[in-house]
């Protein structure tokens, strides 16, 4: 699958090796093209998967602020809900097609 905005892919992997959670697909650390995130200061803390990183996501000229998050450290009762260990997996808003 990828998550791609406009014509650039921001992350590409193997549908197995994604987690659904709550409707949004969360891509492995790894698969993530990092260059077209940077961290973003807004705060979040999920009340059972902990707190949440936003990220900005950048590609050419345009910003989307907080269109992309994790969870660097999710509580373990988040992780044992989702069946997964889920840290630092990155999903992406609605501006970002997530496809096959």
């Known amino acids: 699958m990828k998550a791609v905005l406009n014509d650039t892919v921001i992350a ?13 697909w969360y891509f492995p650390p790894s ?5 077209h995130l940077s ?4 705060p979040y803390t999920c009340p059972w998967k902990g707190e949440c990183q936003y ?5 050419g000229d345009e910003t989307l602020p907080d269109r992309a998050w994790s969870y660097p450290h999710p509580y373990a009762s988040g992780i ?4 997964k260990d889920f840290s630092d997996y990155v999903a ?7 496809i096959e």
């Open 12 to 24: 590409e992997a193997p549908r197995e090796d994604l987690i659904s959670i709550e409707g949004n």
């Open 31 to 35: 698969s993530v093209h990092a260059e």
């Open 39 to 42: 961290a973003s200061p807004t």
């Open 55 to 59: 990220f900005t996501v950048t590609v």
């Open 80 to 83: 044992e809900r989702v069946g």
């Open 92 to 98: 992406f808003w609605k501006e970002i097609r997530v």
